[in-house]
């Protein structure tokens, strides 16, 4: 059974930058395509980033280019999004996900869930 754990989510002041880590377990992944998407209150949930496991291809919505970065440690079984010059327009839960297959920007796609870090960005 695929586990995803994040962690790392916390209050910071706009300009700020936090680090979310994705801890992943149950499966080998090198076929998988990890992803992290972010939800406000009263929004759906928003696509942010894709990381291909094996290859590292990666993409990212309009909102976030330049600013957030996503990458995994193959070693660690761990996907982690750096997110710098962080906007109170950020503010969400970020949800780590994943998907057996091709990439996709739909989290109707995803198949396997974290529970969810909370990040907060004061202006």
């Known amino acids: 059974q695929v586990q995803l754990v994040e962690s790392g989510g916390g209050l910071v002041q706009a300009g700020d930058s936090l680090r979310l880590s994705c801890a992943a377990s149950g499966r080998t992944f090198s076929n998988y395509v990890m992803a992290w998407f972010r939800q406000a209150p009263e929004k759906e949930r928003e696509f942010v980033a894709f990381i291909r496991y094996s290859s590292g291809i990666t993409y990212y919505s309009d909102s976030v280019k330049g600013r957030f970065t996503i990458s995994r440690d193959g070693a660690k079984n761990t996907v982690y999004l750096q997110m710098n010059s962080l906007k109170p327009e950020d503010t969400a839960v970020y949800y780590c996900?994943?998907?057996?297959?091709?990439?996709?920007?739909?989290?109707?796609?995803?198949?396997?869930w974290g529970q969810g870090t909370q990040v907060t960005v004061s202006s």
């Open positions: 996900a994943a998907r057996f297959g091709n990439s996709d920007r739909d989290f109707r796609k995803y198949n396997y």
